[in-house]
């Protein structure tokens, strides 16, 4: 499985098989300078409609689109979608969010979309294990970087990838991954923005893989 960032909560996502999904597709405009989404995909996930986060329009192909919870099975995967919020107000100030957990080629997935609390016990029970986590860490309009660290905590992933935070691309007033990573070990900076993983051969201890956009 290969997983290329984007940009923002943007991923694509490619199976073995050469299924394609992407996650969160951003709109260019208002803070977000990425490049253009350029890419084909079989499956989009929305975690929640806000621009920067459901221009599904921009992704060529004919994919099918996931939004809100519950259970749904597309091309041979199954997603489960876990109602959270925006905020720490219940939705007050930002509305809901979904996370979403599924399984690609034996690696268990969870992305966080602008989850914007720590979880409760009953959404950790929902999300169960997690292979490879992909989570906002620039605070502001999401959960900040000791939140996050909360999260990660919860969860206990193998694999943390974070997303959601300022780059020279990104002009939203959020912090950098820098805040996230401070104090903590096993962090590795790509270069690149792709990465391959295979089931059995994740880390035994939690690692943090910062990716650099393809945009």
């Known amino acids: ?10 991923f694509l996502i490619t199976s073995e098989k050469g299924t394609k999904l992407i996650t969160d597709p951003y709109a260019v405009g208002g803070g977000i300078n990425y490049s ?3 890419e084909s995909a079989d499956i ?3 975690s929640h409609d806000h621009g920067d986060h459901n221009n ?23 997603f489960k979608g876990i109602a ?20 690609v080629d034996g690696i268990r ?9 720590l979880l409760s016990q009953e959404q950790i029970a929902s999300v169960g294990d997690v292979d490879i ?13 000791a939140e996050a660290s909360q999260v990660c905590t919860q969860l206990r992933p193998k694999v943390i990838i974070p997303m959601h935070f300022k780059t020279p691309k990104c002009a939203y007033p959020i912090s950098d991954v820098n805040s996230f990573l401070k104090g903590k070990e096993r962090v590795r900076k ?5 990465i391959e993983f295979q089931a059995g051969k994740l880390p035994a201890e939690s690692e943090i893989i910062v990716l650099t956009s393809a945009s």
């Open 1 to 10: 499985m290969k997983v290329k960032w984007l940009g923002h909560s943007c």
């Open 36 to 38: 253009p989404i350029k």
């Open 44 to 46: 989009i996930i929305v």
């Open 56 to 78: 599904v329009s921009a992704v060529q192909g004919q994919p099918q689109i996931i939004k809100g919870s519950g259970i749904k099975n597309v091309s041979g995967i199954e």
């Open 84 to 103: 959270t919020y925006h905020d720490k107000s219940q939705g007050k100030e930002r509305g809901g969010n979904t996370v979403f957990c599924f399984t």
């Open 109 to 117: 997935l969870c992305h966080l979309g602008d989850l914007g609390h």
């Open 133 to 145: 986590l992909f989570i906002p860490v620039g605070g502001f309009f999401t959960i900040d970087a």
């Open 190 to 194: 790509w270069d690149t923005s792709e």
